[in-house]
């Protein structure tokens, strides 16, 4: 009985050793793999870093495959960018390949991934990915529009604030808050920046004075041709 026992344990052994041995060999790479681009909004000559997470059919990690398996095509949206790319590599993970992308001015870098398989290949998952391209700095900002209630901002009261960012070609582009200078004519309350990538974001904050007739305020951009207004409430 124990003898019975022990050998059927070897044969289950022996089966579990033999289908694992049979998916090692049969994992290799596929179309299956996917494609990570980050950041997705960049200024020229910023780079955002990519990485393939090489998977199986099966949609399991693997780290059986070969650079030379993976084509990365980036397409710029503005013939004259010159577009910069990284020789891929393997990723500190070892299922993963890693690259980066670049362009010299504002435009749309759409990054196209395949996985060649003899004379075939086939796009990645996430194949086609964009990376926004802002200029900067911006040289035209358009009308400010504020999430403030038709009464106005009670004391003390926060809204959110966003402009749209241009540059001299009238394409989104970006500033830093370095740029950005903020003035309020009354004194009514205080700015925060908070993004200038393609938009323009900031938090007004109402004064905790008692509230005035008047409340707008005066948006200055160190690269902007000219100044804009825009209503706090």
Known sequence: ?????????LLFLVAI?????????????????????????????????????????Q?????????????VTPQSSVPQADLKLSPLQRGVDVTTLAFDVSASEGTSITVNVM???????FPIRNSGVVVSVF????????????????SGLVLRGTTTCGAALYDASNRPAAVHQS?????????LGFFKFISGMRKLVFNFTAASFPSMTAAYFTLLLGACEKNDRGRAG
């Open 17 to 57: 050793s033999g289908s694992a041995l049979l998916h090692g060999v049969s994992a290799r790479a596929s179309s299956e793999s996917e494609l990570l681009c980050s950041p997705l909004e960049i200024e020229p000559y910023q780079k955002s870093f990519c990485v393939i997470n090489v998977r199986d059919s």
């Open 179 to 187: 740029d950005v200078t903020f003035l309020e004519e009354k004194d």
């Open 1 to 9: 009985m124990k003898l019975t026992a022990l050998f059927q344990r």
């Open 115 to 121: 996985y060649i398989s003899g004379n075939q290949s």
């Open 135 to 150: 200029n900067w700095p911006a040289v035209r900002i358009g009308p400010i529009s504020c999430n403030v209630p038709s």
């Open 59 to 71: 949609q399991e990690p693997t780290m059986a495959f070969e650079l030379e398996e993976f084509l």
